[in-house]
């Protein structure tokens, strides 16, 4: 895994017109392949990100973020349109992620070998690594794995709440709607997710 | 309770920086064509399987054991009431004092027992008039009325099927 430049929050104005998303889950529904292609390359980049995230390996996320592709595609038929095509192609990439991490018996952390280090100019990780603090013998590979382990250490749902909100930028309500559950248990799923990794990294939070 | 976001300024910072773990570069380049090409194959995927089919098709299946994961509590409660419901079903079946609804009172009481008195217990039912006292009253065995406790004769003469014992003697010597 490389770490390059930052995947940014993905906001609402940032997706394309509804109007043209309609129309192309329209033409893909009726075995447009083009139209699917199209579809894949605009949603690509934030499913494999937030199974990435969930999985921390890469060849995971590949295949499981390769089968979301599939499995929606089969399913296409069965989209009623009730929420957005994005909304829902995020449920099926989130389950089938869940059900993965369930079988998933050998955690595999994942390789941090090739780490780029373009990351050292970020303004807000080079102040995390150059107090006199713990941190700053770490450095950004142990801060990385620490960063990892902990993630890795919440129940899924929690680990789930937390890669949409603090990584990937996504609205409480926005998650509601993905993991199918009201606004209140996202934000406490928030708070103890947050609480147990402030615990968990509180060495690198001083 | 769950909105001072500012306790959470640096972890959101730190978190912050997973946003720079990208694939390798170029990847997204082929990625759309490989799932095209495993979707013109035929590809189902590897993982799916029938479970996740049946979650798909019911939500509440998978909420439901969901629960009974996060909750060990619940799913300890769910198997107590199916232990107690079987338990219960199991005794209510084998009690032997077990009294249906008294079918001639309940007749008895009706209107229309009332108003046609050809319709009395002796008319109906001799047998169960016929019972001792300390019985049950209106007990009866059977919806269709016993008439006649009488044997009922044959319809055709009966010939005797009894062995006799047969003797033979060889004569003629």
């Known amino acids: 895994m490389i770490m390059s430049a930052p995947i940014t929050c993905t906001d609402d104005s940032e997706t394309p017109a509804p109007v043209d998303e309609d129309l192309l889950v329209r033409q893909a529904r009726r075995g447009d392949l083009q139209a699917y292609d199209e579809?894949?390359?605009?949603?690509?980049?934030?499913?494999?990100?937030?199974?990435?995230?969930?999985?921390?390996?890469?060849?995971?996320?590949?295949?499981?973020?390769?089968?979301?592709?599939?499995?929606?595609?089969?399913?296409?038929?069965?989209?009623k349109g009730g929420?957005?095509?994005?909304?829902?192609?995020?449920?099926?990439?989130?389950?089938?992620?869940?059900?993965?991490?369930?079988?998933?018996?050998?955690?595999i952390h994942m390789s941090l070998?090739?780490?780029?280090?373009?990351?050292?100019?970020?303004?807000?990780?080079?102040?995390?690594?150059s107090d006199k603090t713990p941190r700053r013998e770490a450095g950004l590979?142990?801060?990385?794995?620490?960063?990892?382990?902990?993630?890795?250490?919440?129940?899924?749902?929690?680990?789930?709440?937390?890669?949409?909100?603090?990584?990937?930028?996504?609205?409480?309500?926005?998650?509601?709607?993905?993991?199918?559950?009201?606004?209140?248990?996202?934000?406490?799923?928030?708070?103890?997710?947050?609480?147990?990794?402030?615990?968990?990294?509180?060495?690198?939070?001083? | 309770m769950y909105k001072n976001e500012n306790n959470f300024e640096s972890l959101r910072r730190l978190l912050a920086l997973k946003r720079y773990e990208t694939p390798p570069p170029g990847y997204y380049h082929h990625f759309s064509s490989q799932v095209l090409q495993r979707i013109r194959a035929g590809d189902t995927g590897t993982s799916a399987g029938w479970a996740e089919d049946l979650f798909g098709q019911a939500p509440w299946l998978e909420k439901l054991l969901h629960a009974f994961d996060v909750k060990p509590v619940f799913a300890s409660a769910f198997a107590g009431a199916l232990c107690l419901l079987l338990l219960l079903g199991i005794i209510y079946a084998e009690r032997p004092d077990f009294t249906p609804?008294?079918?001639?009172?309940?007749?008895?009481?009706?209107?229309?027992?009332?108003?046609?008195?050809?319709?009395?217990?002796?008319?109906?039912?001799?047998?169960?008039?016929?019972?001792?006292?300390?019985q049950q009253p209106g007990i009866v065995t059977s919806t269709s009325p016993v008439l006649s406790?009488?044997?009922?004769?044959?319809?055709?003469?009966?010939?005797?099927?009894l062995a006799q014992p047969v003797s033979f003697s060889p004569s003629g010597n």
């Open chain 2, 101 to 134: 609804q008294p079918i001639l009172q309940t007749a008895a009481a009706s209107p229309t027992a009332v108003s046609t008195p050809t319709t009395s217990l002796a008319a109906v039912s001799p047998t169960v008039l016929s019972e001792p006292a300390d």
């Open chain 1, 141 to 206: 590979t142990e801060l990385q794995e620490k960063l990892n382990d902990a993630l890795l250490k919440l129940s899924e749902p929690h680990r789930l709440v937390v890669v949409l909100h603090d990584v990937q930028g996504q609205s409480h309500e926005e998650i509601a709607k993905i993991m199918d559950c009201n606004i209140g248990t996202v934000r406490s799923r928030l708070f103890y997710a947050r609480q147990q990794l402030q615990a968990l990294l509180s060495d690198y939070l001083k």
């Open chain 1, 83 to 107: 929420s957005s095509f994005y909304t829902w192609l995020y449920r099926i990439a989130v389950n089938k992620t869940i059900n993965f991490l369930k079988q998933r018996k050998n955690r």
């Open chain 1, 39 to 79: 579809l894949v390359r605009r949603h690509q980049e934030r499913i494999y990100a937030t199974i990435y995230h969930m999985t921390a390996n890469h060849e995971d996320a590949n295949d499981l973020a390769q089968e979301s592709f599939i499995k929606a595609y089969q399913a296409l038929k069965s989209f």
């Open chain 2, 149 to 161: 406790l009488q044997p009922v004769a044959p319809p055709f003469e009966q010939t005797s099927s």
């Open chain 1, 113 to 129: 070998n090739d780490l780029d280090f373009k990351a050292e100019h970020d303004p807000d990780l080079m102040a995390l690594i």
